[in-house]
């Protein structure tokens, strides 16, 4: 008896060892199946990053979330701000808080880039001081570089929405001003290329597509996203990059990361690489493998390196995933902000079904 007793307190203190470190609600036996890690009320995310078992979120504000513009999940699966209330509190100087964060992403070596917008609302102007990039160190969970976007690089009209990383450089997608921005991380300087570039500029003849219904801009005419998936090969060779639309292309990063070469001749180093049907979001692995939402039907993908396209899994619950993470477990998290029903794109009346959630999905 005394030994099953110790058993059992083992055990015991097994499992809250587990839980203090997961936010997520899921268990050991769902990790087949989809499953719920977390909703909110509150806020509506559209970017999720997981890492050292931290779940980090985040969503802009004129989606009408009230909850912090990024958080980090606690144990009962709620966001709380992050890496401060500070840089979560709306009015504040936009140069050191979050304005409309469009995009958290993880760069492997120990950061996560939160990509702010920096508008006054959708289609709005942007904010003076407030498009920018801000690396945050995950170990000390502070703040340790801005790198601001002043007017020349997100003017009138922008949306900086996305990041990727390949050496000392970052390439990010501009979804309202047609084109890629690319950072050097050592000196801040920032550089727009392919300007205009029907590779990033969403085409007329593709509209966006959800549950049988043309998602409509806030004027009533067919929503048009421009530049706004990207992903690095695994060998960093390429940029593949697309509007929401689709379909993809591709140009070697080398030819972006040489400020010499003139637009005209940068222009024609891109290649078509893919066509994929309008997506909210996409993850790559280390093998090259591309997994998307698939909006128009509720369903995750998976595109090979050699090109085949398999559905992983197509669910009701999957409407408009956006920008996914893969964590070291093999799970893709998804979170569902259901972009389409939000009050900007339905008249003033947000169609949202709360709660908002983020799913998880067992994929290798």
């Not at 999940?73 to 304005?99: C, H, I, M, T």
């Not at 067919?222 to 929401?244: F, H, I, Q, T």
């Not at 964590?327 to 008249?347: C, K, S, Y």
């Amino acid at each position: 008896m005394k030994t099953a007793l110790l058993l059992m307190a083992a055990l015991l203190a097994s499992c809250s060892s587990t839980s203090s470190s997961t936010p997520a609600v899921t268990s050991a036996s769902e990790r087949s199946t989809l499953s719920v890690a977390a909703e909110s009320r509150t806020m509506i995310w559209n970017g999720v990053a997981v890492e050292g078992g931290r779940v980090f979120v985040s969503g802009p504000r004129w989606t009408g979330s009230k909850g912090p513009s990024v958080g980090v999940l606690d144990k009962a699966g709620q966001p709380q701000p992050y890496p401060s209330a500070a840089w979560n509190e709306p009015g504040r100087d936009p140069a050191q808080s979050f304005v409309n964060v469009n995009a958290i992403h993880r760069d492997g070596d120990g950061h996560l880039w939160v990509i702010d917008a920096g508008v006054s609302g959708f289609g709005g102007p942007p904010v003076p001081s407030g498009p920018k990039a801000v690396a945050i160190d995950l170990r000390t969970n502070q703040v340790v570089r801005v790198y601001p976007f002043d007017a020349r690089i997100a003017g009138p009209g922008s949306y900086v929405d996305d990041i990727r990383f390949h050496g000392r450089h970052g390439y990010l997608t501009d979804a309202g001003r047609p084109g890629i921005i690319v950072l050097d991380l050592d000196s801040g300087a920032a550089r727009r290329v392919l300007d205009g570039h029907p590779s990033a500029t969403a085409p007329s003849n593709r509209p966006i597509i959800v549950d049988g219904a043309i998602v409509k801009a806030p004027d009533g005419s067919p929503l048009r996203v421009n530049a706004d998936p990207l992903e690095v090969s695994p060998d960093g060779k390429y940029l593949y990059y697309a509007s929401l639309h689709g379909p993809w292309s591709r140009i070697e990063t080398r030819w972006l990361d040489d400020a010499s070469i003139p637009s005209t001749d940068l222009a024609a180093k891109v290649e078509p690489w893919a066509d994929l049907p309008p997506t909210g979001g996409t993850a790559m692995t280390a093998n090259g493998d591309l997994y998307f939402g698939d909006l128009a039907t509720n369903a995750i993908k998976r595109r090979t390196a050699g090109g085949t396209i398999t559905t992983v899994l197509q669910d009701a619950r999957l409407h408009w995933v956006d920008a996914p993470d893969i964590d070291e477990d093999g799970f893709i998290w998804l979170p569902t902000p259901q972009m389409d029903r939000v009050a900007l794109f339905n008249g003033g009346v947000s169609n949202v079904d709360q709660p908002v959630r983020l799913y998880r999905l067992r994929v290798k």
